[in-house]
């Protein structure tokens, strides 16, 4: 049974996000992203147990780093995710039909749009917590690129409409991620796209697939989706060019349904291919990376429990 919520709490933090939205509005963005950048570095001194796991997860996926990389792209890290935080509130501001091209650069998209705009085929779009994914689905819908993206509410409700709102205003829209099955098939049975931050611990009965040179568990959904409707898996990224709201959209690689068909396992392979490219944009932008989530949280069965899991 979910805790219950306390609903004073919960508008309470509703307003402390609205009048720092506010506040946002009032300066220019540089001043934002300095006080940004100061509130991640405070991040990543006084939050011990988040600064430990993004440098462990580092060791792990970098071992020839020396010691002071690890701390560097960490605190680099950390701040990054209070950036996002900034640019969920800028972006409705700035990226716009007629100014977006000031702030977001478009990399690998000419010979990609033919694909993205006829629609003879369903689309399956995939990203990880790399850069500024929100800036990546709302750019791609301020062009006309409309699709849907499947997402766990907030689970403060009052935050979670604002927060909503700012998603859906040039038309992305966002689906529950539980009770989202019917949606999904009916969007791609009619050729649509669908959106997933694929980097996500899918528990013990994910499928594991080599990420950063260790097995992580990750949703069967995805290659599933892709094999029924025999639709292209788009790999896609959004990464900050500068500590300042510019941005670079690309697509990593487009997995044809042709590439599997004579594959022996269809399933893991379409899951293995996706994850390294992912894997491969992360390599190239590992300070934009969220290495404090826990993606390596489940081992796969006949390794110990919590082998490879940090707290």
Known sequence: MAKKRNKIVDYVAYLGVRLFAMTVHIFRPEASYAVAGFLGNCLYRFDKRHRHRGIEHLRRSFPDWPQEKYERVTRASMRSLVYLALEVILTTRLVTPTSWQRYVRLL????????????????????????????????????????????????NPYLNEYILGFRQKTGLTILDKKGATEQVDEILANNGV??????????????????????????????????????????????????????????????????????????????????????????????????????????????????????
């Not at 990203?127 to 500024?132: A, F, K, Q, R, V």
């Not at 929100?134 to 849907?148: C, D, P, Q």
């Not at 697509?251 to 293995?272: C, F, G, H, M, V």
């Open 108 to 155: 690998h998209m000419p010979e990609n749009v033919r694909l993205l705009t006829e629609r003879n085929r369903p689309l399956i779009f995939v990203t990880g917590h790399l850069g500024n994914w929100e800036v990546l689905g709302y750019t791609l819908a301020t062009l006309g690129f409309h699709m849907y993206a499947i997402a766990r509410p907030l689970d």
């Open 194 to 311: 669908v959106g997933f931050i694929a980097d996500q611990d899918a528990g013990r009965k994910g499928l594991f697939v080599d990420f950063f040179g260790r097995k992580a568990s990750t949703y069967k959904s995805i290659g599933l989706l892709a094999m029924q409707y025999n639709a292209c898996v788009i790999v896609g990224y959004g990464h900050r060019l500068v500590e300042n709201y510019r941005f670079e959209i690309g697509i990593e690689r487009i997995i044809y349904p042709e590439e599997w068909a004579d594959k022996d396992q269809p399933l893991e392979w379409i899951t293995q291919e996706y994850s390294l490219h992912l894997e491969n944009a992360i390599r190239r932008y590992p300070e934009q990376y969220l290495w404090a989530h826990r993606r390596w949280k489940h081992r796969p069965r006949g390794e110990a429990p919590g082998e490879d899991g940090i707290a």
